[in-house]
């Protein structure tokens, strides 16, 4: 029998989001890697990633990006540029129900947060527990 190592459609790696360009499969195996929210959304919106779970997770990994792109330092203003962030990545596919479970899932989160560093990593944590 072969050994096979599994493969993760998404992931969160140095800050980064990895996908596998689905639009390529069956005939190629790329990796995409993002460092931009609203690259991720046009990843969602063209179907570069697919898939309900990966949706979603790929949602949350977005606020993820947000939160880290955010020159934002009270909490007020992160949670205003999550929720800009949230309607964008939204609305690329919003019938998706995984999406928005995976996008509320991170403002909950992000909600709870004292501080705009604290809720960084609140949102990243987050999105990390629900990819596994």
Same mark, same amino acid.
């Given at each position: ?10 992931e !969160?790696? #140095? #800050?980064?989001v990895?996908?596998?360009?689905? @639009? ?21 919106? @063209? ?27 009270t ?25 928005? !479970? ?5 403002? #909950?989160?992000? #909600? ?8 960084r990593?609140?949102?990243?944590s ?7």
């Amino acid at each position: 029998m072969q050994n096979v190592t599994s493969l993760r459609t998404v992931e !969160w790696k #140095n #800050n980064k989001v990895i996908m596998i360009e689905q @639009t390529k499969l069956p005939n190629e195996l790329v990796f995409v890697e993002y460092d931009d929210f609203n690259q991720v959304a046009n990843a969602i919106k @063209t179907l570069i990633v697919r898939g309900a779970p990966a949706i979603g997770v790929s949602g949350a990994f977005g606020l993820g990006l947000a939160a880290l792109q955010s020159k934002a330092t009270t909490k007020e203003e992160l949670l205003s540029d999550l929720e800009d962030a949230r309607k964008i990545l939204f609305a690329t596919r919003p019938t998706a129900v995984n999406l928005g !479970w995976g996008l509320e899932k991170i403002m #909950n989160a992000a #909600n709870t947060g004292e501080t705009a560093e604290q809720i960084r990593e609140l949102v990243i944590s987050t999105a990390k527990k629900m990819a596994d």
